[in-house]
Nanobody, 123 residues
């Protein structure tokens, strides 16, 4: 599976960004997908997860109500709409796909990763 994330950039606090992740190499609609982020000196952390048809979405409390994950299976593309951004959201954002059966949202439960896109939120 090849994943290509894009859409990052520099935004002021309170602003919005939409990240995209295009996928190729496997049947996109057959796999659950997620977004993670990693700030300098910190562990990679879970941001959002979406089920096959997009009917189920999951978020940690830190982004719930501000971020929305979605997918377009016809376009093989995953999205992350981020609103009301805060400086603590600054990180490299990665998309990931789950191929094997797994549960929960730890990074070990995802099998393929995109290259990451930088999001910087200024105060």
């Amino acid at each position: 599976v090849q994943l290509q994330a894009s859409g990052g950039g520099l935004v002021q606090a309170g602003g919005s960004l939409r990240l995209s992740c295009s996928a190729s190499g496997r049947t996109f609609s057959s796999h659950e997908m997620a977004w993670f982020r990693q700030a300098p000196g910190k562990e990679r952390e879970f941001v959002a997860h979406i089920t096959l048809a997009g009917t189920g979405t999951y978020y940690p409390d830190s982004v719930k109500g501000r971020f929305t994950i979605s997918r377009d299976n016809a376009k093989n593309t995953l999205y992350l709409q981020m609103s009301n951004l805060k400086p603590e959201d600054t990180a490299v954002y990665y998309c990931a796909v789950r191929v094997r059966t797994a549960y929960g949202f730890s990074k070990e439960g995802y099998d393929y990763w995109g290259q990451g896109t930088q999001v910087t939120v200024s105060s």
